[in-house]
């Protein structure tokens, strides 16, 4: 929980959360955005937290499969650290985690044997989808409500506050 004051009082009628630790800005729409966001959130988290129950992992080791699932090139453990703000010693058992589960698998680089990186495992990808199934046809059916236009709209905020929030550290800095 922060505990860091708002810059401005609320707005009679509003909440202390409408002045968002210190944007001061009582706007409606950013007040709802907000919201729904985080409902988002818990919706994405209790899925998460569902998988990792059902795998014998942590939230955070789902998270790191989401990482080398996404991530453009391979990653080294070094580098998924940095992406997820853990430790080394933490990253260090999150992957020896999702290794005895069967989800990733270390793979040294054939140029230099010290680099390995992480290869999400194709039958753990399989585990993954079913289980997220559920959420790839409910965005399917959403997204289906929406103008192309709309979606690109949406896909541009969206990278726009992923980018800002990787810029300013994700709130990893309390």
Known sequence: ??????????????????AEYGTATSHPDL?????????????LNRLVHAFAVGQ?????DVQALAAILDSETPLTPSLLRQRLGLTSGAISACVDRLERAGHVKRVRESADRRV????????????????FAPLAEATDRVRRRFSEPDLALVLTFL???????????????M
């Open 31 to 43: 007040l709802a955005l907000a919201v729904e966001l985080r409902r988002l959130n818990g919706e």
């Open 116 to 131: 390995v990186h992480l290869h999400y495992l194709p039958t753990a990808q399989v585990k993954a989808r079913r289980h």
């Open 159 to 173: 990278n726009a506050l992923n980018e800002e929030l990787a810029e300013t550290g994700s709130g990893r800095q």
């Open 1 to 18: 929980m922060d505990h860091r004051e708002p810059k401005e009082a609320p707005v009679s009628g509003s909440s202390a959360g409408d």
């Open 56 to 60: 014998n992992l942590h939230p955070t």
